[in-house]
């Protein structure tokens, strides 16, 4: 069956370092992949999305591309903020017609000041 | 416009006890989808829906039984809880009908479950 494995955490930064969680999938076809973010004590939110081969998501300074010959979706950003520390997931959304997502188990990231 | 609530937001349980945990969308949403929330194990889906009337299994379903007698409301039942229903429970619901608005699900606050 499809599946997504990342990075294992917890990941601690300093304010302004370089982001990266790494996220790959094993899918039949061509999934749309996500990534979610979960602030502490909320539900999940979605960071950004992409549909098909070579597509970048972005959004609130946040990149992922969909990398189909590596199967990949890494996320990165470039300088990571306090307001970045939540846990987040990395998702694909199987084409059978229920566009159920599949989640990866999460990544926490902590930055500190 | 509320998105996706979840009612309660904590609960305890004893073992053998039954409850209901209501989740209501205002966004007029068709695809709605109950996941449990354990640490080290991400999300993982109990059921779901793809319209008013209809019900499926996910991952996880054993232990659970669902309603989506609304569009709006999407209900998760356990009729006999074990401790090893202690999770947190997510609601999610997508698909206004809208292209670009395909897949993206929105979730709720969730609900704490604790059964002792």
């Known amino acids: 069956g499809n599946s997504v494995t990342q990075m294992e955490g917890p990941v601690t930064l300093s304010e302004e370092a370089f982001l990266t969680i790494n996220c790959t999938y094993t899918?039949?076809?061509?999934?749309?992949l996500f990534w979610y973010v979960q602030y502490p004590g909320e539900g999940l939110q979605l960071l950004l999305k992409?549909?098909?081969?070579?597509d970048k998501g972005s959004n609130k300074g946040f990149e992922a591309t969909y990398r189909k010959e590596t199967t990949s979706f890494h996320l990165e950003k470039g300088s990571v903020q306090v307001s970045d520390s939540a846990v987040y997931f990395c998702?694909?959304?199987?084409?059978?017609?229920?566009?159920?997502?599949?989640f990866g188990k999460g990544t926490k990231l902590t930055v500190n000041p | 416009n509320a998105g996706v609530t979840q009612t309660p937001k904590f609960r305890v349980l004893k073992t053998g006890q039954s409850m209901t945990l209501l989740c209501a969308q205002d966004m007029n949403h068709e695809y709605m989808y109950w996941y449990r929330q354990d640490p080290g194990m991400g999300l993982r889906l109990i059921h779901y829906?793809?319209?008013?009337?209809?019900?499926a299994k996910g991952e996880v379903p054993d232990g659970y039984n669902v309603s989506r007698l609304k569009k709006q409301n999407f209900l998760l039942g356990l009729e006999s809880a074990a401790p090893s229903q202690t999770s947190v429970y997510f609601c999610?619901?997508?698909?206004?009908?809208?292209?670009?608005?395909?897949?993206?699900?929105?979730f709720g606050p969730g609900t704490r479950l604790l059964v002792l």
């Open positions: 992409a549909t098909k081969a070579d």
């Open positions: 899918a039949t076809g061509y999934p749309s």
């Open positions: 998702a694909l959304s199987e084409k059978d017609g229920s566009e159920k997502l599949v």
């Open positions: 999610a619901s997508s698909y206004s009908g809208l292209a670009q608005q395909l897949e993206t699900q929105y």
């Open positions: 829906s793809v319209g008013e009337g209809t019900t």
